[in-house]
């Protein structure tokens, strides 16, 4: 791991691209974390008591502020409940994805039921017909963008690769409030979770397109991007900004991890390019640290053009709010492995990330929203995503912590969209951020072999439940 190597203001890492053949990452661990621990009965009936690992103090302490939240079932279903109407369909990912870093945390299936619950309001819903409102051009249409797609898929494929490769896999599901699954077992509905999750991102290819770069790292390569069609009147035939088209390829990613699809993989990777090929060297001042900048989606006035070379001024600098799906799309691509990073350019987005961090906190009580502008408000909760980074700059999670007391705890929706995460990732991270090289459990395989045991491994390795 090369990241850590450079520090956030003093020299940087060679900012030279490497070869097209991408990371040279051993062990594949995924940037997620962990699995699942086997805390129901044979017959599927009621879970047993569960033996939770031994964590950090401080991510012990998260831990418990977090399950604080969990208990009230009815707020973790708050945006849920609201999807046919078209106002919880963004917020609703944030939960999820919560659900699986705690459960990758812990082992503990609690989260993971949770989960598998929603996953199956979220099908049923999708199949009596009803679609999420996209609010693009301030209209509701009968389909979605991508992004909102991409985002719900995205941490139920990050979860469904646990239960099909955890010892759970052939265990069968417990009754999960009123949701009897009829025995299925985690590994069966870790497929369904994938064949859910392939058709809806195949529903969205006729926006899909394959082009030939003619400049840049990737000059001469194949590469995808998305376009806006003609429903949407105010942006007909522009290209998606990228944090549409990154989530798309962060979920593209998850599954060819779960699935093994070339198809999936290859996606995942020209988006990547795309993206990369538009990147462009930031250097605050003469000899400062180097990272990567990108705009929100290209040049204002050549939206419709992804030839152009995208960093003139009148290109829009990424927000806080959306870059975050971008550096986090960029470390899933490197703990797998896979085409558009490697070390080098994994210490780039972090820095960037930092300074995203930086220029926020700089700014008081308005965070910064462009990186290169410091004088625009926007969202704290937002500024909170790029934790995935601290895998790679721990200083982010040392940045970020203490605003976490005072500017995450203004609970006055009654359950924030992001609040969650929030706190669990804040867990995640000091477990794994400063500790491990592969930022989370390296187990996976079903089996609890070599050094592996309950408390580093409970998703392979049985944990006695007396002397907890």
Same mark, same amino acid.
């Given at each position: 791991?090369?990241?850590?190597?450079?520090?956030?203001?003093?020299?940087?890492?060679?900012?030279?691209?490497?070869?097209?053949?991408?990371?040279?990452?051993?062990?594949?661990?995924?940037?997620?974390?962990?699995?699942?621990?086997?805390?129901?009965?044979?017959?599927?009936?009621?879970?047993?008591?569960?033996?939770?690992?031994?964590?950090?103090?401080?991510?012990?302490?998260?831990?418990?502020?977090?399950? %604080?939240?969990?208990?009230?079932?009815?707020? =973790?279903?708050?945006?849920?409940?609201?999807?046919?109407?078209?106002?919880?369909?963004?917020?609703?990912?944030?939960?999820?994805?919560?659900?699986?870093?705690?459960?990758?945390?812990?082992?503990?299936?609690?989260?993971?039921?949770?989960?598998?619950?929603?996953?199956?309001?979220?099908?049923?819903?999708?199949?009596?017909?009803?679609?999420?409102?996209?609010?693009?051009?301030?209209?509701?249409?009968? $389909?979605?963008?991508?992004?909102?797609?991409?985002?719900?898929?995205?941490?139920?494929?990050?979860?469904?690769?646990?239960?099909?490769?955890?010892?759970?896999?052939?265990?069968?599901?417990?009754?999960?409030?009123?949701?009897?699954?009829?025995?299925?077992? $985690?590994?069966?509905?870790?497929?369904?979770?994938?064949?859910?999750?392939?058709?809806?991102?195949?529903?969205?290819? !006729?926006?899909?397109?394959?082009?030939?770069?003619?400049?840049?790292? $990737? !000059?001469?390569?194949?590469?995808?991007?998305?376009?806006?069609?003609?429903?949407?009147?105010?942006?007909?035939?522009?290209?998606?900004?990228?944090?549409?088209?990154?989530?798309?390829?962060?979920?593209? %990613?998850? #599954?060819?991890?779960?699935?093994?699809?070339?198809? %999936?993989?290859?996606?995942?990777?020209?988006? =990547? =390019?795309?993206?990369?090929?538009?990147?462009?060297?930031?250097?605050?001042?003469?000899?400062?640290? +180097?990272?990567?900048?990108?705009?929100?989606?290209?040049?204002?006035?050549?939206?419709?053009?992804?030839?152009?070379?995208?960093?003139?001024?009148?290109?829009?600098?990424?927000?806080?709010?959306?870059?975050?799906?971008?550096?986090?799309? %960029?470390?899933?691509?490197?703990?797998?492995?896979?085409?558009?990073?490697?070390?080098? +350019?994994? !210490?780039?987005?972090?820095?960037?990330?930092?300074?995203?961090?930086?220029?926020?906190?700089?700014?008081?009580?308005?965070?910064?929203?462009?990186?290169?502008?410091?004088?625009?408000?926007?969202?704290?909760?937002?500024?909170?995503?790029?934790?995935? =980074?601290?895998?790679?700059?721990?200083?982010?999670?040392?940045?970020?912590?203490? #605003?976490?007391?005072?500017? #995450?705890?203004? !609970?006055?929706?009654?359950? +924030?969209?992001?609040?969650?995460?929030?706190?669990?990732?804040?867990?995640?991270?000091?477990?794994?951020?400063?500790?491990?090289?592969?930022?989370?459990?390296?187990?996976?395989?079903?089996?609890?072999?070599?050094?592996?045991?309950?408390?580093?491994?409970?998703?392979?390795?049985?944990?006695?439940?007396?002397?907890?």
């Amino acid at each position: 791991m090369t990241a850590g190597a450079a520090g956030d203001d003093g020299t940087s890492a060679d900012a030279s691209d490497a070869g097209s053949d991408g990371a040279d990452v051993t062990g594949s661990a995924d940037d997620s974390g962990a699995d699942d621990l086997d805390d129901s009965t044979d017959d599927g009936g009621e879970p047993a008591e569960f033996c939770p690992p031994m964590l950090s103090a401080d991510a012990e302490a998260w831990r418990v502020e977090y399950d %604080a939240l969990f208990a009230d079932t009815d707020s =973790m279903r708050t945006y849920l409940d609201v999807l046919p109407e078209g106002s919880g369909h963004w917020g609703q990912s944030y939960t999820l994805r919560s659900f699986v870093v705690m459960y990758e945390l812990t082992g503990d299936t609690k989260y993971l039921h949770e989960l598998i619950w929603q996953f199956v309001a979220l099908r049923d819903l999708a199949e009596g017909g009803v679609t999420w409102p996209t609010g693009v051009c301030g209209n509701t249409f009968s $389909y979605t963008t991508v992004v909102i797609d991409a985002r719900f898929v995205e941490p139920m494929l990050r979860a469904a690769w646990w239960m099909a490769n955890s010892r759970l896999a052939d265990d069968p599901v417990p009754v999960i409030d009123d949701l009897d699954l009829g025995g299925k077992t $985690y590994g069966e509905i870790a497929t369904e979770i994938g064949e859910l999750s392939e058709a809806v991102l195949a529903s969205h290819e !006729d926006d899909l397109r394959t082009r030939t770069e003619n400049f840049g790292t $990737y !000059d001469g390569e194949t590469t995808e991007y998305y376009r806006f069609d003609d429903g949407y009147s105010c942006v007909a035939g522009e290209v998606m900004p990228f944090n549409y088209a990154n989530s798309a390829g962060h979920a593209y %990613a998850r #599954l060819w991890r779960l699935t093994g699809d070339d198809a %999936a993989r290859e996606h995942a990777e020209r988006l =990547m =390019m795309f993206w990369w090929n538009r990147t462009h060297a930031y250097e605050p001042s003469p000899g400062s640290t +180097r990272s990567r900048w990108w705009g929100y989606r290209g040049k204002t006035g050549e939206k419709f053009d992804p030839d152009a070379f995208p960093g003139d001024s009148d290109q829009r600098p990424d927000d806080d709010g959306h870059a975050d799906m971008t550096s986090s799309f %960029a470390a899933t691509m490197y703990a797998f492995g896979l085409e558009g990073q490697n070390g080098t +350019r994994i !210490d780039q987005v972090a820095i960037a990330s930092k300074r995203w961090i930086d220029r926020a906190i700089g700014n008081g009580t308005n965070p910064a929203y462009y990186i290169t502008n410091a004088d625009t408000d926007g969202d704290w909760d937002q500024v909170f995503d790029h934790l995935p =980074m601290s895998c790679y700059r721990p200083s982010i999670l040392e940045a970020l912590e203490p #605003l976490a007391a005072t500017e #995450l705890t203004n !609970d006055s929706g009654g359950f +924030r969209r992001q609040y969650a995460e929030n706190i669990a990732e804040l867990a995640f991270f000091h477990e794994f951020a400063q500790t491990d090289p592969a930022c989370g459990p390296s187990c996976g395989d079903g089996v609890c072999n070599g050094p592996e045991d309950c408390v580093g491994c409970p998703q392979d390795c049985a944990c006695p439940v007396e002397g907890c």
